[in-house]
């Protein structure tokens, strides 16, 4: 312990005696740890939001889909078979079978596209078209601001009727009332029934505009492709959601003629799955951030050998003096780690707080509700004195390699 607090206090000294060679020494490690702290805090913050946003949309609700598109694939070399092949589309009969099955509570088809939406003059180049069942609130969280949902009637003739979002509303009639006015898609006239208005985003200004029009009338008029139906599905209270997708799992083998041992030619996805998803975007843009920190780290690396080395050449004769009053090389080996070390630590330390800061400041400034968790703190902190380790070997193997008869001629 007396030679941790001997190297420990060594490093100080030399940090504060040269206060701008030892900024600059550190810096690159700051960099990086700061980056890290304020990536991890950021990436905690947005996945609590988007774990209370599934949950609120109910977290035994799923999604009966052809192919499971939770399946991130980065990469094909062109002899992977498209995802959906072999899988038939789903089909508004086999809506009609779950919505039938004791355990759900409600079955709405969902199928979109994207198309022009017009009035008069103002114009919205592309905006995203929800075709949905009637029951679609029944899987949402928001609420009506205008209006009123389309009627089961509206849905069976694919009438031209159309439910707005409030920021697609607020773009063309600049927030009156719309209600019974027309907008035009794809040439044709559609009556404006209804303003929806869903949670707010944890990014200002960023709701997305969208229109809702019944199912078939995406499919019928505004050229949505029916190959790409899925189901959101609603188990019934007092059923689990495990008991819901068994039903659903059975009742849909049973439809399609699949024989036991067969794969399901389907998939149900759970908001479970939709997280797992999430969590490896995260983990892979998280993994891109280490990777670009630790060129900080790095560069803050060579400032350490640097400084080492320096330090090894301004203390030859104190090296010498102690080898020849019976200091091992493994003393000596050990006190320059500790320095080295220590001064990494410094540089961690000062990121963490930079780090911490930065998470503070984004908490304040924005919706997002970023938190520095206590395992990057204690990863950052032990990453500093690997790197101390690491870098500081070459010049403490050096010091400890000094002959100590010629250290002691130095000058």
């Known amino acids: 312990m007396s030679a941790v607090r001997e190297g420990v206090g060594i490093a100080l000294d030399s940090l504060r005696s040269n206060r701008v060679r030892a900024a600059l020494t550190i810096l690159g490690i700051v960099i990086g740890v700061a980056t890290v702290m304020a990536m991890a805090a950021l990436i905690v913050g947005v996945r609590s939001v988007v774990t209370d946003e599934l949950s609120a949309l109910g977290p035994d609700n799923f999604v009966v889909e052809r192919f499971d598109q939770t399946e991130v694939r980065l990469v094909n070399d062109g002899t992977q078979r498209p995802p959906w092949e072999g899988k038939p589309p789903i089909t508004p009969a086999e809506a009609a079978l779950i919505a039938s099955l004791p355990a759900i509570q409600s079955v709405t088809p969902a199928v979109g596209t994207s198309v022009e939406l017009r009035r008069e003059s103002t114009v919205i180049s592309s905006i995203e078209v929800r075709g949905r069942g009637h029951l679609w609130p029944d899987y949402s969280r928001g609420e009506f601001v205008y209006g009123r949902n389309f009627l089961p009637a509206e849905e069976s003739r694919a009438a031209q009727v159309v439910v707005l979002s409030e920021a697609a509303s607020d773009a063309i009639f600049q927030g009156r009332n719309p209600v019974g006015e027309y907008v035009r898609m794809r040439g044709e006239r559609f009556q404006v029934i209804g303003v929806y208005r869903e949670p707010g985003n944890i990014f200002p200004g960023a709701m997305p505009s969208w229109v809702t029009v019944p199912a078939s009338t ?194």
């Open 218 to 411: 995406a499919v019928q008029r505004l050229r949505a492709n029916p190959d790409w139906y899925s189901l959101l599905v609603v188990p019934e209270v007092g059923y689990s959601q495990a008991e819901a997708i068994d039903q659903v799992t059975s009742a849909l083998r049973a439809y399609r003629g699949l024989r036991p041992g067969e794969e399901n030619n389907f998939a149900l996805i759970r908001q479970e799955a939709l997280m797992q998803m999430f969590n490896r975007l995260t983990g892979a843009f998280f993994l891109v951030m280490l990777v670009l920190s630790s060129i900080g780290l790095m560069v803050g690396g060579v400032g350490v050998v640097a400084i080492m080395m320096i330090s090894v050449t301004e203390r030859t004769r104190e090296i010498g003096v102690r080898k020849a009053l019976g200091a091992t090389r493994r003393e000596i080996l050990w006190q320059f780690l500790v320095e080295s070390m220590t001064v990494t630590l410094v540089g961690g330390a000062i990121g963490v707080l930079f780090g911490g800061g930065g998470a503070m400041l984004l908490g304040a400034l924005t919706p997002i509700p970023a938190a520095v968790p206590l395992w990057s703190v204690v990863a950052a902190l032990a990453v500093s004195a690997v790197a101390g380790i690491g870098f500081g070997l070459y010049p403490a193997n050096r010091a400890a390699s000094l002959d100590p008869v010629e250290a002691l001629r130095y000058e």
